[in-house]
Every structure is written in C-alpha cells, then in structure tokens.
C-alpha cells in the first residue's frame, strides 16, 4: 500500500513534457499573434481555441486506440513516442516563422517611433500631457499613411472613431493625471492602434502567418496524439486507493515543467516591452521534450509496471466484490451516469474561467498591471504552488477528493475575484493572490480527473478521452467568448468572466455524488504485512 514514487516520478516526465509545452504555447503564441501580427482579441482567441477543437474531436480517438493497443512497449507509449516527437520538431520549426515576422516589424517605425516612445521607462504614464504627445505622434503617422495610400479613408475614419476619439474623450476630462481604470482603457485603446499596424505589416507577407498557422496546427495535433495516452498511463500503473496521491506527483512533475518553461523564457532574455524574437525558446524547448522523452523510454517499461498493479489489485481484492456480488467492474446505473455527467460540467465550467485568464495572463500582466510574468515574485508562487502539491494530495485521501476538489474552486474563485482590484506595479501582492488560486487550482486538478477514471468499467483510455473532451470544449469557448468581450469592454473584464465560471462549476460539483475511492478492508493488508 505504498505508492512507487520513483516509478510515479518517471511515468511523470511525459507530464512535465506537456506542461513546459503548454506553458510556452501560453505564454509566447497569444502574445504573439496579437503584438506581432496584429490580431485583435477575438480572433487571437480563434487561434487560441483551435487545438482544442482539434483536442475535442482526436483526444477520445486515441484514448480509445490506445486502450485496444497491444504493442509490445505497451498501450500508451507507442502514442507518446510519436506524439512527442512530431509535437517538439514542430515546435521549433515555429522559430523560423516567428523571426521572419519579428524582423518585418523591425523593419518599420512601430517599436522606436511609437511603443518605445509611449512606454519609454523615464515617461510618467500616469499624466494626460504624455498620453497627449503620443496621439499627437499617432495621428501625424496615420496621416501620412492616408496620404501616401498605405491605408484607405476608411481605415482612416475607423481610426479616428474607434481608438483616437475615445482616447482624447478620457484626457480631456478632469483632471492632469489618469486614474487606474482610465490610464488601463488608454492603454487598451492605443494598444489596438499598435496591433492595426501590426496587421498592416502582416496583411502584406500573409505567407508567412500561414506557415506560423501550418506548423502550429501540426504540433498542436500532434500532441493530441499522446496526450490521452499519458495521462491514461498514471492509473494504469498505480492501484484504485493511491491514484490521487499519484496524481499529486504527477501534477508536481507538471508544474515542474511549467516553471521550466518560464526559466527558460526568463533566462532568454525577453522583456515585456520589446518585439523580440522567440528564436531560442522554442528551439530549446523542443530539444529539452525530445531528451526527456529518452529519460523517460529509458527508465519506464510499462508492460512491467501495468502487471505489477494488476497483480497487486489482484491481491487487494480491488477487482472482486466492491461494485456488486457478481460484477468485477462498476455498473453504469443512471445515478452514477448523472454524476459522470455533472462532473464533467464541472470540468468544462472550470476550464471556461481557467483557460480564459491562462490564454490571455501573458497579454494582461503587462498591459495592465504593468507586471512581468519572469519577474522574481512570480517565480517564487510558482515554488509555493509546487511546494503544496505533495501535501494537497494527502490531503485529498484524509478529507475526500470531491471535498477537496469543491474547497479549491472556493480558493480559486476568491482569488480570481481580487485581482480585478489590483493597482498597477505592486508585484508581490499580485504574485500572492497567483499563488493563493494556483493551490485552489491544485486541489481541484488532482482530483477531477481520478474521480472520471474512478466511474470507468477498465476503459480508462476512453475515460480520459472523455475528461479531456469536456475541458477542451472549454477551451474552444472561452478564448473566443473573452476575447469578443475584452474588445468590447477592455482586458479588465477578463478576471469577473474568469471568477463567475469558477463559480458555476462549484454549484455543478454539489450534484456530484461519485468517484471516491473504495475503501481497503483491512484484513486484505495482511497480505502485505502491513500495520
């Protein structure tokens, strides 16, 4: 009844694989399809959601495959082979893409004539004088391109109405300095003006978006090959009663790989207020996926490790007697499909306000709190969070994991709440309230997707495919919904969206009355001499 951890750790490489890829992808894409080649929020959110779309239709597929695969390296790592390797070569073909389109931004005045220039560090932002000067700059080289037919007249007057209007409607009110909300609705604005100019540059080489898109659609399915399949392979090796604990090793391994990728990010070089190019990270990322795929192939036989669960379940009596007399796998009743079903809303209502602020976190940070996500104080709540994981899955075996899973969407929503009244700069207070939702975040992921597997009759491939199903249907939501009402309403409607799905998803979680682990008699431990 003691949980491998050596094994757990090294089945746990795949995880730490997915995670650097998708906290790079979320970091560095968005950023960069709306700061470099000039899409607006909503269809930056398209892009965003379209692996998901991708993850919707192809995740049960090969979860299912998966579970009827009889290769002799097992089920599932086949899929995580291939998936990892076609995900990392695609991954740093994108740096070819991303340098082409940073040195055609380069090549105009955008970065020293206006961004530098609007955010120069010895200006003080907070003055209406400043924001004066820089539409002053903005409207004579909106001018000039008018007039040398680089833009239309109604480019021109769509310019004027939407963006040069409402900013001179909030300096010439009262007042010589801008408050918070007025100075984060001007920024917004010009922030649109410089993604226009950005379009412009890419409206004339959209070759070069559509290999950026081409190579991104490969890695991204890609991933969906092997990402069922992984995850799929944690329970496979590790007995019913010890998966949330597994769980919590393997969300460790996870955020290690997420805090990988901003190190890496970081140690770059990037700052927050230049259009440099991603050459070097994404490069580096997808070598440090291929040699972790070899550490992982070296030290993981899953064959072995499926028949020492199996042998062990066996001796537990964790196949015989727990669901009925006569039945070694749990009945499908209509209770139990009511909490299946409720249980995955829940999944989807969680991803609908998780995604959305994860998606957009790298375009918000600096454009409104005037915050770098490498900056120390962040670094050290990505440690808080990874330091409570261990913890947070013994206490999902003490207290119940749907108990667990409901006291964490209470923490992440009261966390995501308090940062839409954050001030700009305050680096500390902002990484506490980041590290506060990470620990909610924590206790529901732990637990969510071992309570899913926990209702399957052995499929757990398909199960994993349905878990999955349900939080990337979310993501191909909410990205676009928040991006549509961020263009609308600002970016400082994105944490409200965020906290009333969270929400949501706490009220669909009380209905669920499934997925707990079956307890051990005990006179089954003698068999292991256990006390």
């Not at 209007?165 to 918070?180: A, H, N, R, V």
Request: charged fraction near 15%; include cysteine; glycine fraction near 6%.
């Amino acid at each position: 009844m003691k949980l491998n951890y050596r094994n757990t750790i090294y089945v746990g490489l795949i995880f730490l694989i997915i995670s650097m890829f998708w906290q790079t992808y979320d970091l560095l894409i968005a950023r960069t399809l709306i700061d470099k080649f000039g899409l607006n929020q909503t269809w930056s959110g398209i892009v965003m959601a379209f692996d998901n779309i991708m993850a919707v239709i192809l995740l049960p597929v090969f979860g299912a495959l998966s579970d009827k695969s009889n290769n002799k390296k097992g089920k599932r790592t086949p899929y995580i082979i291939v998936g990892t390797i076609l995900s990392a070569f695609a991954f740093m073909a994108l740096a070819y893409t991303d340098y082409i389109q940073t040195l055609n931004i380069q090549a105009t005045d955008i970065i020293e004539e206006h961004y530098d220039v609007a955010f120069d560090s010895m200006a003080d932002v907070n003055e209406t004088s400043h924001w004066y000067l820089v539409v002053d700059n903005m409207s004579i080289e909106r001018e000039e391109s008018y007039a040398l037919g680089y833009i239309s007249k109604v480019k021109f007057d769509e310019w004027e109405i939407t963006i040069k209007d409402p900013i001179l409607s909030i300096l010439d009110g009262d007042g010589s300095t801008l408050d918070t909300r007025e100075l984060s609705t001007v920024k917004d604005y010009y922030y649109r003006y410089l993604s226009e100019r950005a379009w412009e540059v890419t409206s004339g080489n959209l070759p070069n978006l559509i290999v950026f898109a081409s190579i991104l659609f490969i890695a991204l399915v890609a991933m969906t090959i092997y990402r069922s399949p992984a995850v799929a392979l944690m329970p496979d090796i590790t007995i019913k009663p010890l998966r949330s604990k597994a769980n919590a090793v393997i969300t460790l391994m996870g955020a290690i790989g997420g805090i990988t990728a901003i190190y890496v990010i970081m140690l770059s070089g990037l700052n927050r207020h230049d259009y440099d190019n991603h050459v070097f990270v994404y490069i580096f990322i997808g070598v440090l996926m291929i040699l972790i795929l070899g550490l992982f192939l070296w030290k993981v036989k899953e064959p072995e490790l499926v028949k020492q669960q199996q042998e062990t379940s066996e001796k537990l009596g964790l196949y015989k007697g727990i669901y009925s007399k006569t039945e070694s796998t749990p009945q499908m009743t209509l209770k139990r499909r009511w909490s299946l079903y409720f249980l995955l809303a829940s999944v989807f209502l969680l991803f609908c306000g998780y995604n959305a602020v994860m998606s957009k976190m790298a375009d918000y940070l600096p454009k409104v709190l005037n915050l770098n996500f490498y900056d120390f104080p962040f670094i050290v709540a990505q440690a808080f969070v990874i330091a409570s994981i261990m913890p947070i899955g013994i206490l999902s075996m003490t207290l119940g994991r749907k108990k667990t899973v409901m006291l964490g969407m209470i923490i992440l929503a009261g966390a995501l709440s308090s940062v839409y009244f954050l001030q700009e700069n305050q680096p500390w207070i902002t990484a506490g309230i980041i590290a506060i939702a990470g620990t909610g975040l924590t206790m529901i992921s732990i637990n969510t997707y071992v309570m899913v597997v926990e209702m399957s009759r052995g499929d757990i491939g398909r199960y994993t495919g349905y878990y999955y199903a349900a939080s990337m249907t979310a993501q191909i939501f909410t990205p676009i919904l928040s991006g549509i009402l961020m263009d609308h309403y600002g970016r400082l409607i994105l944490f409200p969206y965020a906290t009333v799905f969270v929400a949501l998803s706490l009220v669909t979680m009380i209905f669920v009355k499934h997925g707990e682990t079956k307890k051990i008699n005990r006179n089954l431990l003698e068999v292991f001499d256990v006390e």
